[in-house]
């Protein structure tokens, strides 16, 4: 059965740092290019990373570029998201995927609330 976790949302202040995992299950996580989205309040889904199976291309988004750091442990079939210098605007839940635009099957997702 296909699942996706995502977990170690959290609030934290301005300027703080959060981990984010996301745990595969049921598909072949190493052959497949993941993603991390987010879809903030009243907001649409944004695409915000993604790395190919192999760790040998890595995309960012420009709002989280040089903040934000994808990895994948392919061992693990874990996907990993490492938010640093986090802001207001980067409150938002946050969902894993396989899936390209418009990222249909993705987990429950983890929250993050970024906030004096």
């Known amino acids: 059965q296909f699942h996706l976790m995502e977990s170690g949302g959290d609030t934290v202040q301005p300027g703080g740092s959060l981990r984010l995992s996301c745990a595969a299950s049921g598909f072949p996580f190493s052959v497949y290019e993941m993603s991390w989205v987010r879809q903030a309040p009243g907001k649409d889904l944004e695409w915000i990373a993604n790395?190919?199976?192999?760790?040998?291309?890595?995309g960012y988004a420009d709002s989280v570029k040089g903040r934000f750091t994808i990895s994948r442990d392919n061992a693990k079939s874990t996907l990993y998201l490492q938010l640093d210098s986090l802001k207001a605007e980067d409150t938002a839940i946050y969902y894993c995927t396989k899936d390209p635009r418009p990222w249909r099957t993705r987990g429950q997702g983890t929250l993050v609330v970024v906030s004096s």
């Open positions: 790395i190919h199976a192999d760790s040998d291309f890595i």
